[in-house]
């Protein structure tokens, strides 16, 4: 084993006093914006100047080279020494810090990927080590780079649930290219932290996990460094730094004090700033930083393809979960990069398919979606993989914090919720993914794909997978019938017709198995003389306004939608966003209106008002 040697005097004074021009940087930078959060980046200091300056291997003239180390802020509200780093580190003169917060500035008030040294955007608490575990994740399992993780994570955010979900993933994982900073500054935003400066108990559970837990003084300059030395040649489990430290550490009169978090120093940063000052030795420090191990192999995640096209039997019952399986397995075996995420659902959600043919490829996250959907982001950032992330689609509502803050990101993750609507039958409400819909069409720039069959599912996971951005996949659980030909084309935000005579009286849309419900009407309705148009939107995000207006003008302006969803936010409301400025369009909507229960999904989707039967009589009323 590696010993560590104790570093010279004059090399811990250099990083000394860069830890006080961070905090000097962090109060000028506050001051300027009048806003922000300086005693909370002083805590964390000395941290900071070790990691930047003495351990971690970077190019400072390309932050996101694929072999760097990588870094994640967690506590988020500290962007300022982040910046301040960056800039003593060479990377853009220290005199834009004054920027902070300025609306011509992406030096924001938290980071985000607008800069070119961020990874992803932080500042919604408990999230960082997530995504610290999906970049290990990668560097380990995939790129078996020598690049390291760090992930700095304040204790006040230790109390949110997904920080114990992640460190429990890391564990399991034996993610020993891993080292999680625990900045203990013993004071929250309000008040002081559960556990303030217990740090035996810090030391107890994060052992419990299965970490190597290291308790230091944060602001020992030694201490640390050969804390990140000992995580450096520690094998078989991640690394956890437990820093006892002081908010506001060299502020005097504001040290270890409450009611100073978020409060830029005003006329109190002359004096703080004098004291400072004062205790740097050396004005004009020499900065030495680790140049990375440039092994982090060359991948290409572009123009990925089915390995096969779609071969299904027309008529042939195929739910589209099924499909999706079958289709992700294929992209796996056209791109090495295609990888699965799943909370041990993945025997019903049939992501298991990918697991069969390319095991190391497969995540299982157990039942933690919220770390699951963190440690997605990770794995795709700095486009090291294609992720898919899948369980049912109810249950992505937990994750929804880490889906948005994945399109603050710019990340490109693609999820995919089985087992959505009233349609799963005797499960019952606790597992029928009624709001999905709403959710995934609410994230920005984000794509919602609504496959009816299962070759429309199989192109919708080609299509996601060379998609930026946000991508939701709805599958089913019903065995539906295959309408499309296997080599009919699609493209997000192009709709189908499958039902249309020139006599059309009204345009029902349908999307996965309301679809199949429009079909059965149509053909009810026939019998007594009544002609309808039957619509496929196949994304409900980008929605094809085009095709879904002049198609309801051929009906004389009538449009019924419906849907296995809840009303608010689903397919109707998308409808009725796309001809809102419209004239002479009217639209109805039939959806899940009321709290559904268990039953068999055929009585279900009567009872809930979205069946053929309800289709029929609502046509009736409006033809």
């Not at 990083?15 to 806003?35: E, F, H």
């Not at 990927?113 to 995939?142: E, H, W």
């Not at 900073?181 to 559960?194: E, M, T």
């Not at 008002?609 to 009589?617: E, T």
Request: proline letters at 5%; a neutral charge; one cysteine or more.
């Amino acid at each position: 084993m590696e010993s560590y040697h104790k570093m010279e005097s004059s090399a811990v004074q250099t990083l000394r006093d860069l830890a006080n021009k961070l905090r000097i940087n962090s109060i000028v930078a506050t001051n300027a914006s009048k806003s922000g959060h300086p005693t909370s980046c002083a805590s964390m200091a000395e941290i900071m100047s070790v990691l930047f300056f003495h351990t971690m291997r970077y190019k400072v003239s390309n932050p996101k080279d694929a072999s760097n180390d990588r870094f994640i802020l967690s506590k988020g509200h500290a962007a300022p020494i982040l910046y301040a780093a960056w800039a003593e580190a060479g990377l853009f003169p220290v005199s834009e810090l004054t920027n902070l917060r300025k609306i011509d500035s992406d030096l924001e008030g938290h980071p985000t990927p607008r800069l070119n040294f961020i990874d992803v955007g932080t500042g919604s608490l408990g999230q960082g080590i997530s995504v610290a575990c999906g970049m290990a994740y990668v560097g380990k399992y995939y790129d078996k780079s020598s690049y390291r993780t760090f992930c700095v994570l304040g204790d006040g955010e230790s109390a949110e649930g997904s920080v114990w979900e992640a460190l429990n993933f890391a564990s399991f994982y034996k993610l020993d290219n891993l080292v999680v900073i625990f900045d203990i500054n013993r004071l929250g935003q309000s008040g002081p932290a559960p556990l303030q400066h217990d740090m035996e108990t810090y030391r107890q559970r994060l052992t419990s996990f299965g970490f190597n837990a290291i308790v230091v003084d944060g602001h020992d300059i030694e201490e640390l460094a050969k804390a990140f030395h000992e995580a450096s040649i520690t094998k078989g489990k991640p690394t956890a730094i437990l820093a006892k430290t002081f908010k506001g550490k060299g502020f005097p009169n504001i040290e270890d004090l409450e009611k100073w978090h978020g409060t830029p120093l005003n006329d109190k940063a002359v004096s703080v700033l004098e004291e400072i000052n004062g205790q740097i030795r050396n004005k004009k420090l020499p900065v030495n930083i680790p140049k990375p191990i440039q092994d982090a192999p060359t991948i290409n995640i572009s123009n990925v393809k089915l390995s096969t096209p779609p071969a299904y039997k027309l008529g042939e019952k195929i739910a589209t979960r099924l499909a999706y399986g079958t289709a992700l397995a294929k992209v796996a075996a056209n791109n090495n990069r295609v990888i699965s995420l799943d909370a041990d659902t993945k025997n019903s959600t049939f992501s298991d398919k990918i697991k069969v043919q390319f095991p190391e490829r497969h995540i299982e996250c157990f039942i933690a979606e919220q770390n699951m959907v963190g440690t997605a982001i990770g794995a795709a950032c700095r486009d090291r993989t294609i992720a898919f992330v899948s369980t049912f689609a109810t249950f992505f509502t937990r994750a929804f914090d880490q889906i948005r803050m994945g399109a603050i990101s710019q990340s490109n993750v693609n999820f995919v919720g089985s087992h959505c609507g009233i349609s799963i039958g005797e499960d019952g409400p606790s597992q029928m993914g009624l709001e999905d819909i709403a959710l995934f069409r609410s994230i920005p720039g984000s794509t919602v794909f609504y496959p009816a069959d299962a070759v429309a599912t199989e192109r919708s996971v080609e299509l996601a997978a060379n998609t930026k951005g946000i991508c939701f996949i709805r599958t089913s659980r019903p065995a539906t019938a295959v309408i499309y030909k296997n080599d009919e084309s699609f493209q997000i935000g192009k709709a189908k017709v499958v039902k249309s005579s020139p006599s059309d009286q009204v345009l029902v849309i349908g999307a996965g198995v309301t679809l199949y419900e429009a079909l059965n009407a149509a053909e009810e309705l026939s019998k007594s003389g009544v002609s309808v148009r039957v619509l496929d939107p196949f994304t409900i995000k980008p929605l094809d306004a085009q095709t879904i207006i002049s198609n309801a003008r051929e009906c004389g302006g009538k449009i019924i939608t419906v849907e296995d969803h809840y009303p608010e936010g689903g397919l109707g409301e998308a409808v009725l966003s796309a001809v809102a400025e419209e004239r002479d369009i009217a639209v109805k909507k039939l959806a899940v209106t009321d709290i559904p229960r268990s039953g068999p999904p055929t009585v279900l989707l009567d009872l809930f008002g979205i069946s053929a039967k309800n289709i029929v009589a609502a046509v009736k009323k409006f033809a």
